[in-house]
Nanobody, 126 residues
Framework: QVQLVESGGGLVQAGGSLRLSCVTS????????IGWFRRAPGKEREFVAH????????YYAASVKDRFIISGDAAKNTMYLQMNRLKPDDTGVYYC???????????????????WGQGTQVTISS
């Protein structure tokens, strides 16, 4: 069973940057797809970005494309989300999520997630 632990959340002003980390352990490490979802206050959890361990291909939600960068370091069993030019709308709890059995052409599907992190709060002030 894969376990995921996020870190790196915090409070920053609009226009600033944060880097989130997700460390994986247990189970089939560095296989399939790993990514980020977020839940804004009063909203449903939504897809942000994912990375395929197979070829390090990436996929982003339109709302974060060209501002966020997802990357992975298999040697450290860690995946990162570099978030730049942050906006108040980026505020929410960010969850690391994994589907170790699949690669995706489109966005990582929430119903296929088999491992979730506990979440890390990101707050962007205007």
């Amino acid at each position: 069973q894969v376990q995921l632990v996020e870190s790196g959340g915090g409070l920053v002003q609009a226009g600033g940057s944060l880097r989130l980390s997700c460390v994986t352990s247990g189970g089939a490490l560095n296989r399939g797809t790993i990514g980020w979802f977020r839940r804004a206050p009063g909203k449903e959890r939504e897809f942000v970005a994912h990375l395929s361990w197979n070829d390090y291909s990436t996929y982003y939600a339109a709302s974060v494309k060209d501002r966020f960068i997802i990357s992975g370091d298999a040697a450290k069993n860690t995946m990162y989300l570099q978030m730049n030019r942050l906006k108040p709308d980026d505020t929410g709890v960010y969850y690391c999520a994994a589907d170790p059995s699949s690669d995706y052409v489109g966005p990582l599907l929430i119903e296929e997630i088999t491992a979730w992190g506990q979440g890390t709060q990101v707050t962007i002030s205007s």
